[in-house]
């Protein structure tokens, strides 16, 4: 599987310093004219998206407190089993 981060801010200049500061592990993507938020109906930030190999949304979460790791946890182990 794949994880991207997508950044949704016209200049991305403010992403690159945000991952200065806090450098993530998977690629972040521009998407300044929001085709993926459009796509995936995304209206907060953040917002979790999971797509299966066959590009269809299995699960979308809203928001970030901790413990929604386990939640996207599970649903990894679910989509890799399949």
Do not use: C, W
């Amino acid at each position: 599987f794949t994880v991207l981060g997508v950044n949704v801010e016209e200049d991305a200049r403010n992403a690159r310093g945000f991952l200065k500061n806090f450098p993530v592990d998977f690629p972040v993507v521009l998407d300044n004219k929001n085709q993926v938020s459009k796509k995936y109906n995304v209206i907060a930030m953040p917002t979790t998206v999971v797509v299966d190999r066959d590009g269809n949304m299995r699960f979308l979460h809203k928001g970030y407190k901790p413990g929604d790791e386990e939640k996207y946890r599970k649903m990894v182990k679910k989509l890799v089993r399949e």
